[in-house]
T-cell receptor, first 113, second 115 residues
Framework: AQSVTQLGSHVSVSEGALVLLRCNYSSSVPPYLFWYVQYPNQGLQLLLKYTSAATLVKGINGFEAEFKKSETSFHLTIPSAHMSDAAEYFCAVKPGGYNKLIFGAGTRLAVHP | ETGVTQTPRHLVMGMTNKKSLKCEQHLGHNAMYWYKQSAKKPLELMFVYSLEERVENNSVPSRFSPECPNSSHLFLHLHTLQPEDSALYLC??????????????FGPGTRLTVL
């Protein structure tokens, strides 16, 4: 069965720090991969998605994620954390077939001055 | 209104009450979803509708009853819930259910507390 593992349920960084949020997936077919962000008291918003066109995917606000097939990973990088980046981040995989997303448990990011 | 809206945003109910959650999408999509988000657990897909027909029911207890009267509206009827049903219930929609990069757009959720 397909699954998504996000290492680290909580990450705390200083403002301006580089952030790496880890995501590993298992899928028997080439997957579609997504990163979503959830700010407090809000729903999920799509940050970026892997389309198989390029292994390095760039999203809004300088966020980027790199697909590594050999490592079955799709880690998210925030080049310089801002206070406004404090949120919960979810990695999701759509294994193929119809439009069903499988989510990881999420990583809560705290950013302190 | 734009995107996906959900009402109410917060709901407190007793175990014997009957209530309904409402979701409306203003995107012209054909597929809609209900998810349950509990603390410290991954999002759980509950139901999937495509063109008003239910296509997936992930072993959800019968005390949760979905209804999709048209492609823009999705309801989740609740009755005789348990305290462990307390969670954030998220609605989402997508263009359709076909394979490919059909992004799911999420509503803000309804925070449900069962006493």
């Amino acid at each position: 069965a397909q699954s998504v593992t996000q290492l680290g349920s909580h990450v705390s960084v200083s403002e301006g720090a580089l952030v790496l949020l880890r995501c590993n997936y298992s899928s028997s077919v080439p997957p579609y991969l997504f990163w979503y962000v959830q700010y407090p008291n809000q729903g999920l918003q799509l940050l970026l998605k892997y389309t198989s066109a390029a292994t390095l995917v760039k999203g809004i606000n300088g966020f980027e994620a790199e697909f590594k097939k050999s490592e079955t990973s799709f880690h998210l990088t925030i080049p310089s954390a801002h206070m406004s980046d404090a949120a919960e981040y979810f990695c999701a995989v759509k294994p193929g077939g119809y439009n069903k997303l499988i989510f990881g448990a999420g990583t809560r990011l705290a950013v302190h001055p | 209104e734009t995107g996906v809206t959900q009402t109410p945003r917060h709901l407190v109910m007793g175990m014997t009450n009957k209530k309904s959650l409402k979701c409306e999408q203003h995107l012209g999509h054909n597929a809609m979803y209900w998810y349950k988000q509990s603390a410290k657990k991954p999002l759980e897909l509950m139901f999937v509708y495509s063109l008003e027909e239910r296509v997936e029911n992930n072993s959800v207890p019968s005390r949760f009853s979905p209804e999709c009267p048209n492609s823009s509206h999705l309801f989740l009827h609740l009755h005789t819930l348990q305290p462990e049903d307390s969670a954030l219930y998220l609605c989402a929609s997508s263009q359709d259910l076909l394979a490919g990069l059909n992004e799911q757009f999420f509503g803000p959720g309804t925070r449900l507390t069962v006493l």
